[in-house]
């Protein structure tokens, strides 16, 4: 399986910024689309941002102009920047990363990481 490594939580103050950075390791073939989620206490996941294969960003209206996301493909990495964050930017955040891994043959995958806490102090 793809295993994902998110690092780069923690507390911040309001206005302040974060980057959070998100591995992909395991038998991997290519990587599509990666991105983040997150999802705050008593609220369903929402997506924050996503990147293509090819570099097509999107981003929800709510981080849109404060959340850039960026990806490494040498490296298998992606970066989400959060500047100007939000009390309502507090959350856990996901990394998620789609491709092709090779389990013999070459199978698509989706996988998740553990989550990250971004913690946004009022």
């Known amino acids: 399986q793809?295993?994902?490594a998110e690092s780069g939580g923690g507390l911040v103050q309001a206005g302040g910024s974060l980057r959070?950075?998100?591995t992909a390791s395991g038998s991997i073939v290519s990587l599509g689309a990666?991105?983040?989620y997150r999802?705050?206490?008593g609220k369903q996941r929402e997506l924050v941002a996503l990147?293509?294969?090819g570099g097509s960003t999107n981003y929800p209206s709510s981080v849109k102009?404060?959340?850039t996301i960026s990806r490494?493909?040498?490296k298998n990495t992606i970066d989400l920047h959060m500047n100007s964050l939000k009390p309502e930017d507090a959350a856990v955040y996901y990394c998620y990363a789609s491709g092709f891994e090779r389990r013999l043959g070459v199978h698509s995958f989706t996988s998740w990481g553990q989550g990250t806490q971004v913690?946004?102090?009022s």
């Open 2 to 4: 793809v295993q994902l």
């Open 20 to 22: 959070l950075s998100c």
């Open 34 to 36: 990666m991105g983040w």
């Open 39 to 41: 999802r705050a206490p």
């Open 51 to 53: 990147i293509g294969s």
């Open 65 to 67: 102009g404060r959340f």
């Open 72 to 74: 490494n493909n040498t």
């Open 119 to 121: 913690t946004v102090s």
